[in-house]
């Protein structure tokens, strides 16, 4: 278990308002990854990072931006938010430890945006 | 990028019966594949993955790979209503990341 943390689990805002979502991992793994699921869409790749200073944008990354400040943090940051970006986030990293080979995801943190 | 396709479904099966879950995939490339369950309003967990290599069972799952027709199943036999779920596949790209199928809804009628 990598033990993914994201906070918040929930939050409401506004159009236009800043949002930042935070990504913890207690197990030092490299790789870490961002991904946004809708209803009938599935998960969806938003940024992705190997290691601190290996960022990499995914399928939909347009509006979204990432920090990655620690091997154990990855942020992410709607600049603007606008109401279709309305969905559940999920940090995600990959276990590849002992032939795990598992991407293991945090709890998600639902965002509104009215 | 890769696509992979499910049945949005509900699958409906009753209790102690063989859920068929399928997806299929583009690239014909593709080495790894995951099947991940997920109950509502909850993360994605892993079942089980395999690669290119060869079929897998672990306990009441078995995950079969079709590379000649590019789709990738998940048995669940003795189905629970405890195994009611999305269940969502799962492609792999280079760099580790997961190329997922919308999921299909499986209920399981007791």
């Known amino acids: 278990d990598a033990d993914v943390t994201q906070t918040p689990r929930n939050r409401i805002t506004k159009t236009g308002k800043r949002i930042m979502l935070e990504c913890s991992q207690t197990?030092?793994?490299?790789?870490m990854y961002w991904y946004r699921q809708d209803p009938g869409l599935g998960l969806r790749l938003i940024y992705y990072?190997?290691?601190?200073?290996?960022?990499n944008k995914g399928e939909i990354s347009d509006g979204y931006s990432v920090s990655r400040q620690a091997q154990a943090k990855f942020s992410l940051s709607l600049e603007s938010a606008i109401p279709n970006q309305t969905a559940l986030y999920f940090c995600?990293?990959?276990?590849?430890?002992?032939?795990?080979?598992?991407?293991?995801f945090g709890a998600g943190s639902r965002l509104t945006v009215l | 990028q890769k696509e992979v396709e499910q049945n949005s479904g509900p699958l409906s099966v009753p209790e102690g019966a063989i859920a068929s879950l399928n997806c299929t995939y583009s690239?014909?490339?593709?080495?790894?594949f995951f099947w991940y369950r997920q109950y509502s309003g909850k993360s994605p967990e892993l079942i089980m993955f395999?690669?290119?290599?060869g079929d897998k069972e672990d306990g009441r799952f078995t995950a079969q790979l079709n590379k000649a027709s590019q789709y990738v199943s998940l048995l669940i036999r003795d189905s629970q209503p405890s195994d009611s779920a999305t269940y969502l596949c799962?492609?792999?790209?280079?760099?580790?990341?997961?190329?997922f199928g919308a999921g299909t809804i499986l209920r399981v009628k007791s």
């Open positions: 995600a990293v990959w276990d590849g430890n002992s032939g795990a080979n598992v991407l293991t």
């Open positions: 197990k030092g793994h490299d790789r």
């Open positions: 990072s190997f290691d601190v200073k290996d960022i």
């Open positions: 690239d014909r490339g593709s080495q790894s």
């Open positions: 395999i690669y290119s290599n």
């Open positions: 799962a492609v792999m790209e280079y760099g580790n990341k997961l190329v």
